[in-house]
Structure formats: C-alpha cells, structure tokens
C-alpha cells in the first residue's frame, strides 16, 4: 500500500461501497450463485426488506451489480455481477482465506 | 470459495472483526504506519473517540492487534498488529487494488 492522501485513499473509496457486513455478504451470494433476486437473497440472508433494498442500490449505483428485467409480466428481475463487481474477487477471496485460518470454526 | 453453510462462513466470521469501515480505516494506518497510539489515529482518522475505543477494543478481542504500554509514569501505551493482524494484509492489498481500478480518483 503506498502512503498517500488518507482523504483519497483507494482503502477509502472501496469501502465506501463495501465497507460493511450486509455488502459483503451480499456479494458473496453472487459469487457463490451467479444471478440472484431480490427474494433469493432475502431468504438466504435473513435481512430486512428495507436493509437489503438500501444495499443493492448502493451496490447497483457503484455499478458492482446490474439489475436486470427478465420479464414483464409479471415483472420480474433480478441482479447480477458486473465486471466491475467481478473484479471484488480477491477482495472475497483474501477474506475466505483469512477466516478459514484465523477465526474458528464453530463445532 | 468453496459453497457451504452460510451460517459459518469463513468470509461472515472475517466480517464479524472487519466489516465495517471504520475498522478497516483503522487497520490501514497500521500496515502504513507500525505501531499507533490511540491519540495517532483519532488525529489522522478524525473518528470520535468513543468510535474509536469501541472499535480497538474488537480488534484487540479478535487478537488481531494488540496493546503494549512503552511507559508507567506516566502510563502509555501504543496498538500493533498481531501475526494474526498482519495476515490481513491480502485483504487490505486487494480492497487498495480495487480502489485504484475501479473507483474514481478525485480531482
């Protein structure tokens, strides 16, 4: 990491957009499972309506997933990776790789 | 990463510690800067000192910093990273490439 600006650090800046638990672990369904709607996260995760609204659009705004209508009626959509959003791979893998060797496993 | 319970994910247990921003702001002045004291990071992070106690005190409970008092008259004491702490650095390495890439650099 070069030392730089702390205003304008690319730390800052990519937490800004992933820099809490429900981004992350949102994300992480869509590395897992490829495309996913908005019931399919909500199932699995276990978070509020209103939680994971405000998360896919501050991911959708960050242009990390795109959202996408497969049909109109009924209408329905759901979200996706972008390439930008595939590129957070190592992010998600440095962490994987961290939580497997450093925090323990429960029983 | 490989699909497995979501209860006891590797990246959820990784989050519990460092899915917030504040703590990953936290970490970076260390992998930057070596040992910090508490006055160091509220100076350069701006972060209110309560925020900034709650969020050392995890880190130290996760074992991923730890404290050391370098003077008892008067009492001082600085924060480093543990090997745990430092193993991070792939995660902090791959949060600053995406950074640099794929969000924009202020003017």
């Known amino acids: 990491m070069a030392k730089r600006s702390r205003d304008n650090c690319p730390i800052l800046r990519a937490t800004n957009f992933i820099g809490d638990q429900w981004s992350i672990l949102i994300l992480r369904e869509f590395f897992l499972e490829g495309a996913r709607r ?3 996260l909500q199932d699995v995760l276990n978070v509020s309506p209103n939680t994971l609204s405000g ?3 501050r991911l959708e705004s960050g242009g990390i997933l795109v959202r996408h209508q497969y049909s109109t009626n009924p209408p329905r959509s759901e979200y996706r990776l972008t390439d930008k959003g595939r590129a957070l791979a190592p992010v998600m893998n440095a962490l994987h ?7 323990d496993d429960l029983p």
């Open 38 to 40: 908005f019931q399919d």
């Open 55 to 57: 998360r896919l659009k």
């Open 97 to 103: 790789d961290w939580g497997t060797a450093h925090t």
